[in-house]
């Protein structure tokens, strides 16, 4: 996998919070903010394949005969 170089401008305050929470992890900061990075992209990606899966099932239980059962 190629990699690329990506520089952000960032406050001084919000770079020691991300320092703090880096170190409690044993983890540099841009290992920190990469794996953040990484885990909101799959928690986004997961919310979509739910919201998918709950549409689909729907969509055939819509579709599917009553059995005529209260």
Do not use: N
Not at 13 to 39: C, F, N, P, W
Not at 47 to 64: L, Q
């Amino acid at each position: 996998m190629a990699t690329r170089v990506l520089s952000v401008r960032i406050d001084g305050e919000l770079l020691d919070r991300l320092r703090t929470h880096a170190a409690k992890r044993g983890m540099s900061v841009q290992d920190y903010i990469v794996r953040t990075l990484i885990r909101d992209d799959f928690d986004e990606r997961l919310k979509a394949s739910v919201d998918e899966t709950e549409r689909f099932y729907e969509e055939v239980y819509e579709a599917r005969p009553s059995a005529g059962i209260r």
